[in-house]
């Protein structure tokens, strides 16, 4: 336990030093966003992933399949939050079903909003993210390889799996060499990054097609 009279260590980071390098700054927004996280974690893997053929490392597959994981999981629950605050009935207590029901649940958030954009105060005739739709597949399969978002985080997991069954093979097509599981990794970012993004313009649509407005009116 810190002693309470001593500055703990992660205080001292909130203290840069003088001649240090330079500090980063932190929660500089005025409020919580799902969408700048979902960004940062969408930016780190695109990060990673891009410089794949100059510096491989295997070691880092499942970290960038983890961060694409969760960026779209945090663009899903952006774009539910804004299309919520768009509908004459919204769902009421959004971040306690987050945490108690949807939790990392790709398949309940996909199909929540595809629910709220089917909505007449959105979009009733222009279905996007539909389950039979590439992106829509994408995400189902996703989700049945990691239905809790814990399975890129932690070994003997996916990979061991994929070379048993095709059902747990990633989009982009996974080769087995005896144990081993071969991937092609510019093309798996490639689709986990587009599929982000496309939710992320779902998301500006919505704020600005129809949040904007109402707010707009209620002035």
Known sequence: M?????????????????????AGVVNWTPMASYGIDAHAFEEAATR????????????LIKVILYLYRHAIELQLKDAIHIANMCVDSPYQELDKWYVRTAKHNL?????????????????????????????????TELHEIDP???EFRFPLGWDNRASETRRARMPG???????CVLLDVERMSADL?????????????????????????SE
């Open 148 to 150: 809790k978002g814990d």
């Open 2 to 22: 810190v002693n309470e009279r001593e500055s703990s260590v992660i205080d001292q980071w909130l203290d840069p030093a003088p001649g240090h390098a330079l």
């Open 193 to 217: 990054r587009s599929v982000s993004r496309l939710i992320g313009s779902i998301r500006d649509r919505v704020y600005e097609e129809r949040l904007e407005p109402r707010r707009q009116q």
């Open 48 to 59: 990673l992933a891009g410089g794949w053929q100059d510096s491989t490392d295997d070691a």
């Open 107 to 139: 398949r309940e958030l996909r199909e929540r909003l595809v629910e709220l954009l089917s909505r007449n105060e959105l979009f009733p005739d222009d279905p996007v993210l539909e389950e039979d739709s590439p992106e829509g597949r994408l995400l």
């Open 173 to 179: 097509g996974v080769d087995v060499v005896g144990r």
